[in-house]
């Protein structure tokens, strides 16, 4: 399991966590905005970036889960704020519950860490059988048009489009980026659909910690009713929607991704860890 490691070694850490189909290049410019006085790290999933991508492997939330946990636990990280987005959100909200009294604030972008049955008709698509793993793993169909469909107040640059698309270079190298796809527990049958349900009902236990809300309003996947659905459920959070940032806000708003979450860390942070 590949991981960027950047700023000093007893910095307050911070452990970005990417969803699909992207990797840890997506925090590149948070890594340079809070590296030279936190400890970032950012993490690429099996399957994912420079991690390995074996082909016969439990692609499923609750392995990556466990993985993240013993990433944690490996570099025994303590009082770490959570950046998550799409399904990192969740996977980085299951390592927290799993691990509660180490971590101390959340930073959420365009994600959802409970259960739903708002999926795209793209995105459904792209899970027939067949059909499904042959336009994703085949032609790389999903990465390809997240290019287009996940941005909406610029076009991504080349250099951007040539760092998402680097590490899916071959259907062997995609096996976790159409697994992620099949994943989507929309069903109580679904192999997930368990694990879903435990970080859903865990995330309680969180509602008086830190917590920013950070959101593409014209993102057509995790729209701004699950935006709402956290508002619920962490009254407290603070929240900052960008109007006419879509899927990729980093993308879309980098620099204003970087300083709402460099001065949200400012005003939450005392230098002491959280106490419980």
């Not at 770490?80 to 930073?107: K, N, Q, S, Y």
């Not at 998402?164 to 109580?188: E, H, K, M």
Request: net charge positive.
């Amino acid at each position: 399991m590949h991981f960027v490691d950047e700023g000093p070694r007893d910095g307050e850490p911070v452990l970005c966590v990417h969803g699909n189909p992207t990797w840890s290049f997506i925090w590149r410019r948070l890594i340079r905005e809070l590296s030279p006085q936190r400890r970032v790290i950012a993490v690429d999933h099996i399957g994912c970036g420079f991690s390995d991508k074996p082909q016969e492997y439990p692609y499923r939330l609750e392995q990556h889960v466990a993985n993240l946990r013993r990433l944690i636990e490996s570099l025994d990280l303590q009082n770490i704020t959570l950046v998550g987005h799409d399904w990192g959100g969740c996977i980085g909200m299951g390592a927290a519950t799993e691990l509660p009294e180490r971590f101390a604030r959340f930073v959420l972008l365009n994600t959802g860490a409970f259960r739903s049955q708002r999926i795209p008709l793209r995105i459904a698509v792209c899970r027939i059988p067949l059909l499904g793993p042959l336009a994703l793993r085949g032609f790389n169909a999903f990465s390809r048009a997240a290019l287009t469909m996940a941005v909406a107040r610029q076009p991504l640059s080349a250099a951007a489009k040539r760092g998402l698309l680097a590490p899916y270079d071959s259907w062997a190298n995609r096996v976790a980026v159409s697994n992620f796809v099949q994943d989507i527990p929309l069903r109580p049958s679904h192999p997930s659909y368990a694990k879903l349900t435990a970080i859903e009902e865990g995330l309680a236990q969180f509602r008086d910690r830190p917590m920013l809300l950070l959101w593409g309003a014209k993102d057509w996947c995790f729209t701004l009713d699950f935006h709402r659905d956290f508002q619920r459920r962490f009254p407290q959070a603070e929240s900052h929607v960008i109007a006419d940032a879509g899927h990729y806000v980093f993308e879309d708003a980098a620099e204003e991704v970087a300083s709402t979450v460099r001065e949200f860390l400012n005003r939450t942070t005392d230098g002491s860890a959280w106490k419980g």
